[in-house]
C-alpha cells in the first residue's frame, strides 16, 4: 500500500483509469475538503475520475465511492466508505482494480422494508 505523501512521479497515472468501462463517464469519488487528501484528489483528476465534496453533495445516485478520511470519526458515519489506499493502488498498478469491497472499511446495513 502506498502513503498518501508518496512522490507521485513514481507512478504516473493512465489517463482514463478512472473512467466507467462501458459507459466511458467518470467515476465518483465522495472525498470530504481539506489538504490532507490532496494527493488522493491529483490522483483521480488526472485518472479522469470526478469529485464530490461528501459533506454537501448528498449522492442520490448511490453510484459515488466514498474515500475515508483518516481524520474522520467513524462512530457518527452513515454511509459505506472505502479506505483511500484504492487509488494509490490502482495508480501502483496502472489499471482499475475490480476488487473494491476489500477496501471497504465501513458497511452500512440497510433496513429492510
Known amino acids: 500500500m502506498l502513503k498518501q505523501t508518496e512522490n507521485r512521479e513514481h507512478y504516473p497515472i493512465q489517463s482514463g483509469l478512472f473512467v466507467q468501462p462501458y459507459t466511458a463517464m467518470p467515476m465518483l469519488f465522495g472525498i470530504k475538503p481539506g489538504t490532507a487528501m490532496e494527493s488522493i484528489r491529483q490522483y483521480i483528476w488526472d485518472g479522469g475520475g470526478a469529485i464530490e465534496n461528501s459533506d454537501e453533495i448528498t ?50 446495513q440497510k433496513s429492510r422494508a
Do not use: M, T
Request: hydrophobic share 30%; proline share 2%.
Open 59 to 108: 449522492d442520490y445516485s448511490g453510484h459515488r465511492i466514498e474515500l475515508w478520511d483518516p481524520e474522520e470519526d467513524l462512530s457518527n458515519v452513515d454511509r459505506d466508505l472505502f479506505d483511500y489506499s484504492y487509488i494509490f493502488d490502482c495508480a501502483k498498478q496502472n489499471k482499475l482494480l475490480e476488487n473494491l469491497k476489500d477496501y471497504q472499511i465501513k458497511l452500512i
